[in-house]
Nanobody, 127 residues
């Protein structure tokens, strides 16, 4: 089991920065690839960024490359999403997710592969 709790979402102006945090508990956390997804009003949930369980590999959606960075602090059981140069189109509820995998597994971009989800944190970017 993995329990995930996100925080850090808030209202920010376009061009600003935010750092989202996802604090995890449960023995499967250390055996999971981690990812951030987001869902804007009226749209489907979409992959944003992913990080392998060993912290060595990352994946990013094209629309966040160069602006967002995913990282992991194993000592704190926390995954971060640093978001810079925010745009109004980034407005969404951001979800943290865990995908328990073997060590050599790649990072999935599909939400169907993620077994554990947080409750989400709202990010609103004003123009």
């Amino acid at each position: 089991q993995v329990r995930l709790v996100e925080s850090g979402g808030e209202l920010v102006q376009a061009g600003g920065s935010l750092r989202l945090s996802c604090t995890a508990s449960g023995y499967m956390y250390g055996r999971s690839n981690m990812a951030w997804f987001r869902q804007a009003p009226g749209k489907e949930r979409e992959f944003v960024a992913g990080l392998s369980r060993n912290g060595k590999n990352t994946e990013y959606a094209d629309f966040v490359k160069g602006r967002f960075t995913i990282s992991r602090d194993s000592a704190k059981n926390t995954v971060y999403l640093q978001m810079n140069a925010l745009k109004p189109d980034d407005t969404a509820v951001y979800y943290c997710a865990a995908d328990p995998v073997i060590l050599t597994a790649g990072i999935s971009l599909s939400e169907r592969d993620y077994d554990y989800w947080g409750q989400g944190t709202q990010v609103t970017v004003s123009s």
